[in-house]
RNA sequence: GGGCUCGUGGUGUAGCGGCCUAACAUGCCAGCCUGUCACGCUGGAGAUCGCCGGUUCGAAUCCGGUCGAGCCCGCCA
């Protein structure tokens, strides 16, 4: 027996334990170079495409690493060739044979393997097929995704899918390698947890052992990563599965993964910097070919973003900023148009932005825009044409007269050929809203955004708090957990001086978040922020968010709890791995990084899912089905029934 | 909760009140073919137009409902 202190030497060699060869295989469909011509080799792999001679048979042998002919000689192995004659695409193969270089001028230089090709002298059917429900040897050929779906097997059979979840493997890979040589401690955090009264929706597990309770599965491990700070972990990340019971969207799924981290004993630029440094390399590692933008990234306030771009997430590919026209417009007195004149006099703003090149667009183009902004809150859209001599041309000229058309032209700087539009409201943030709406469609309709530049941004400062008409609270902007800015801690407190009587006119509302979040063409890739750490602050901030002290114990008691027992400062971010895929992938839909994901209905045409339970399992959780409607399995018909 | 779009052989589309006994491409099946690589050639099978109801002399086509998919608003700290 082997002594104790001697390194244990494990039985196989690393190549054969860790290279491609199995006991059906020896390498790969796309191992085989010229260099390996003479070599005899077993390879396995799915029937891609077939051509046959009649004497003569080619097979393109599929795996994921690549494809490879495989050539059968009636000739030479009759018996090969029986076989060769009745396979179909989609069979799964095994086949012996002998590397050769294949004839001079028929090399295809679209393959890897394309120099050489294996004469088959035997081949086994592991596997039949039936024919594929659509076209896997063609990526191009447009599919329904229903289909798809339903089939995701075989869709990610097809490269197209495979190649994407490559990259996504890549890009979570990077991610791990880069927080380890930080020192970040990769922890797992529990999928049943407890509800959490903020945020979205939770999906619900009953309890057996506790009939009545429930579960809840994470919108974010948010408490638990602020808990291992506690526990002293000092930095922690988790490539964290996360849960909303929300309503779906190209870019949201009911499950969806986020990258979570931690770090203790920071402040914001602290975070920023470890993050900014990570989003480069790993940016680097996944698409090494797309350039970033702007470094160090732009780092903008949320109220110039808000005005510069209409949105907390803007597109920084292109320009075309929000421009105010009320100064132009103030200079000539009240306009006469009362659109312009009730929004300024009622506070509210008269933006614009210029679609370059859209001045001579027709009326139903024009109408299309109308209707777009309306769909969001606008009343209307006025617009100002300036045509290729330079003149301005708007329907709203006989209100304003020419000079403040051109003093509208002048301060957008609109040229000729260009489309001034002009939105109006007494409500400023829905103007913003509207025309960075606006601007990100038009941005990316008028091919205005380099599809391959990644422009991230940072967005900072958020208000820590929104007002909530309805329910007469303030109400965290984005993580309840998010500190404020040291100089604006003062501004904590309500107008009455009672805490749990906040009101619309509480200093409260000018407080500023130590909050970052973080935006790449557009799209929100995350958020975070450095914490409240001290229970008094947290006491006197979930206060002003309506909550009284015994909710707030019943609510977060856990964590009120560990705070007392000394919480180190600490901040984070979370960011979507979905999102994140998808944008490296040039996709608009991050369904098509996952590789099993759910419809806009939340259910899996694959396997079925959500099923109805077995009664015996209600019973078994303490339930009692009271039922809806009769539900229907998804994917079948109800009226089929 | 709401708005919009789509649903026609296996797949992708065309047809949008009678010319449809539903067209095209591809796939599938059979036969022929020894250098193809989206192989080729010849022949064949395959859909009653998601489902239910209505309008009409007549419906794939128009209307209503319903099921499914997608996009969007609300929602998503």
Known sequence: MRGMSEPAQPSISHEAAFGPATPYRDVTCG?????????????????????????????????????????????????????????????????????????????????????????????????????????????????????????????????????????????????????HRAGFVEVETPILLKSTPEGARDFIVPSRLQPGSVYALPQSPQQLKQLLMVAGMDRYFQIARCFRDEDLRGDRQPEFTQLDLEMSFVDEQRVMDFVEAMIVEVSAAVVPD???????????????????????????RFGMELVDLAPALAAFGETGFKVFDEALAAGGRVKAIVAPGMGESSRSQIDELVSFVRRFGAKGLAHVSVAADGTAHSPIAKFLGDERIAAIVKTATGQPGDLILIVADADHERVADVLGRLRQDLGLRLGLADENVLAYCWVMHFPMYQWEADLGRWHATHNPFSGVV????????????????????????????????????????????????????????????????????????????????????????????????????????????????????????????????????????????????????????????
């Not at 922020?529 to 229970?535: A, F, P």
């Not at 002003?544 to 901040?571: K, R, S, V, W």
Request: aromatic residues 8%; glycine residues 8%.
């Open 31 to 179: 191992d085989l170079r010229a260099g390996d011509e003479g070599r005899d080799v077993r390879i396995a792999g799915w029937v891609h495409r077939r051509r046959d001679h009649g004497r003569l048979h080619f097979i393109d042998l599929r795996d994921r690493y690549g494809l490879t002919q495989l050539v059968i000689n009636e000739a030479e192995s009759p018996e090969a060739a029986q076989v060769a004659s009745r396979v179909r695409p989609e069979f799964v193969l095994q086949v012996q044979g002998t590397v050769a270089r294949r004839h001079a001028g028929s090399e295809n230089a679209d393959l890897e393997t394309g120099d050489i090709e294996v004469k088959v002298r035997e081949i086994t059917i592991l596997s039949e097929a039936e024919t594929p429900p659509f076209y896997i040897n063609e990526p191009d050929a447009p599919v329904d995704e229903s289909l798809r779906l339903r089939y995701r097997y075989l869709d990610i059979r097809r490269r197209p899918m495979l190649e994407r979840l490559l990259l996504r493997s890549k890009l979570v890979q990077a991610i791990r390698e880069c927080h």
């Open 486 to 641: 040291p100089e604006d801690e003062k501004l904590l407190v309500t107008a009455s001086g009672d805490a749990y009587k906040p009101s619309h006119a509480d200093p409260a509302g000018r407080a500023r978040a130590m909050q970052y979040d973080i935006a790449l063409n557009g799209w929100e890739l995350g958020g975070g922020s450095v914490r409240i750490h001290k229970r008094a602050l947290l006491e006197r901030s979930f206060a002003l968010q309506g909550y009284t002290l015994e909710q707030m114990n019943e609510l977060f008691g856990g964590i009120l709890e560990a705070f007392d027992y000394g919480a180190p400062p600490h901040g984070g971010i979370a960011m979507g791995i979905d999102r994140w895929a998808a944008l490296f992938s040039h996709q608009t839909n991050i369904r098509e990084v996952m590789a099993f994901p759910k419809t806009q209905s939340g259910t899996d045409l694959m396997l079925g899912s959500p099923s109805l339970p077995e009664l015996e399992q209600y019973s078994d959780l303490g339930l009692r089905f009271v039922g809806v409607e009769p539900a229907v399995e998804p994917g079948k018909d109800k009226a089929a029934q």
């Open 290 to 316: 797309r350039p970033i933008q702007q470094l160090p990234f732009p780092r903008i306030d949320y109220h110039d973003a808000i005005e510069r771009f209409g949105s907390d997430k803007p597109d920084l």
